[in-house]
């Protein structure tokens, strides 16, 4: 009786008949119906997730540990081989030659500047200095890809940005030396760049801070609707500081336009990725943050530039964040200050340097299209070392910045406290002038009031 009463209900209603809650419901009136718990668990386990907040999931009944070497690793992204041929022809961006040759000729002269600068410290003419050998393509493929106006927040081996934006040769010279035309005023360590006209936030030594700094800024941008989003560089090594938890958390919740760029290149100083984590990488991190992410081949410039352009369109159009890992390799030590040959050997340094070679890769790419070809290398390389070596002759000559700045350039009016400090300053300086090198410091014009 319940079972047709039930059926007249569910007609005149219009109802299907497979409606799956009301069908469950009038099974419990069928005659010779006996398994009430059998129907109650096909409801429950068929028709209803968890609702537990904060997680995506179904029930099961098996007794499983989710294990990271069950799953392939997410796939790297290429658009052409190591012999610069494009793999499918609806990758290749079709960028114009003139676009494909300043690329190139930004990561060549990048590469001839790390030599000359790298030598200069070893000759006791600059203080510090880091390469960027091995990882031109993760810098030039981003940089050509992002809006000029976008802003950008680099860890500390992100030159290669700056030259794309037009930093000039002298900048990087002045910068390196300190001296009184840093933009800097002499105050930062070398390659500590920083360029407000150009947008890059001025680099700091301490590991990851800018991460969250980013996040901020990115925030601001959605706020103010500017069509714009932030990208944020770092080394896979400083994705296990705290900070970069922190930022992608901030950046997921808080539905942030921010790229996130990882430049994994196998090493944090001298500790191999094999000993910072055992997770897939850093892309493997994104999900569980909620946040889109992807790995390319950081040693194809055009499959970085296709990337971080939809990258880019995703964190503007929709206000999220996207997390980049670029996998590449440092071919040169870390710093002026490190000896990597004590941590890894000479072979695997030179597999990389001479088989795959971003640099390489993409003047294959530009040949085989006619686009470049040994007269046109050798006339750059003459030109491109002249350049260089004639700012830094300049940079040298210069004078380091008038000590004074530390008490005028502090705010927009010096304090009496600074005042007095700076009487006293001077004064020592006048007694003791012989145990001082005066000479070799600008005088600034900088008013006392």
Same mark, same amino acid.
């Given at each position: 009786?319940?079972?047709? *009463? ?19 419901? +009038? ?18 386990? &068929? ?9 995506? %999931? ?22 052409? $081989?190591? +012999? ?12 114009? &030659? ?7 000729? +930004? ?6 500047? $790390?030599? *000359? ?74 390659? =500590? ?23 901020? %800024? ?32 901030? +950046? ?38 909620? *946040?889109?992410? *992807? ?29 980049? @890992? ?63 070596? @004639?700012?830094?002759?300049?940079? @040298? ?28 300053? @001077? ?7 012989? =145990? ?5 410091? %600008? ?7």
């Amino acid at each position: 009786m319940a079972s047709r *009463i039930l059926s007249r209900v569910l007609t005149l209603n219009n109802f299907p008949k497979q409606h799956s809650k009301l069908q469950t419901f +009038s099974n419990l009136f069928s005659p010779g119906h006996r398994a009430l718990s059998t129907s109650t668990k096909c409801f429950s386990l &068929e028709q209803e997730r968890p609702k537990f907040p904060g997680s995506k %999931a179904k029930w099961t009944e098996k007794l499983e540990f989710v294990h990271s070497d069950l799953y392939d690793g997410i796939p790297v992204y290429r658009v052409m $081989d190591r +012999s610069g041929q494009v793999l499918q022809a609806d990758q290749d961006p079709q960028l114009p &030659e003139e676009m494909v040759v300043k690329m190139y000729k +930004s990561m060549t002269l990048l590469n001839t500047m $790390d030599k *000359i600068l790298y030598e200069s410290q070893r000759q006791g003419r600059i203080s510090f200095y880091m390469t960027n050998y091995g990882e031109e393509g993760t810098h030039i493929g981003s940089a050509a890809a992002l809006d000029p106006a976008d802003l950008v927040y680099g860890q500390y081996r992100e030159a290669g940005i700056l030259m794309w934006r037009g930093f000039p040769l002298d900048s990087f010279m002045n910068q390196c030396y300190g001296n009184e035309l840093d933009l800097g005023k002499g105050r930062q360590m070398p390659v =500590h760049y920083g360029t407000k006209e150009l947008n890059f936030v001025t680099i700091s030594s301490p590991l990851g801070t800018q991460l969250p700094q980013a996040v901020g %800024a990115a925030y601001a941008y959605k706020r103010a609707q500017n069509g714009l989003c932030v990208a944020c560089y770092f080394g896979e090594g400083a994705a296990s500081e705290g900070d970069a938890h922190a930022a992608f958390n901030f +950046s997921a919740t808080l539905e942030c336009p921010i790229i996130f760029f990882c430049r994994n290149n196998g090493y944090a100083i001298s500790t191999p990725t094999n000993e910072q984590y055992r997770g897939d990488g850093i892309a493997g991190r994104g999900p569980a943050y909620g *946040i889109s992410s *992807i790995r390319v081949d950081g040693n194809d410039v055009l499959a970085v530039y296709n990337v971080m352009k939809a990258a880019r369109d995703t964190a503007v159009r929709e206000n999220r964040p996207v997390l980049v @890992e670029a996998m590449t390799y440092r071919i040169g030590h870390h710093s002026t200050s490190d000896d990597s040959s004590a941590y890894r050997s000479v072979d695997e340094v030179r597999f990389w340097d001479s088989t795959d070679h971003p640099i390489s890769r993409l003047r294959n790419y530009m040949a085989l299209r006619g686009w470049w070809d040994e007269a046109k290398e050798g006339e750059w390389k003459k030109q491109s070392k002249t350049n260089i070596m @004639e700012s830094f002759a300049r940079a @040298e000559k210069k004078l380091k910045p008038d000590w004074r700045l530390l008490f005028t350039d502090v705010y927009e009016k010096m304090t009496p406290g600074l005042k007095d400090q700076m009487r006293e300053m @001077e004064e020592h300086v006048s007694k003791y002038k012989d =145990h001082y090198p005066v000479q070799n410091y %600008a005088k600034t014009t900088t008013p006392l009031e």
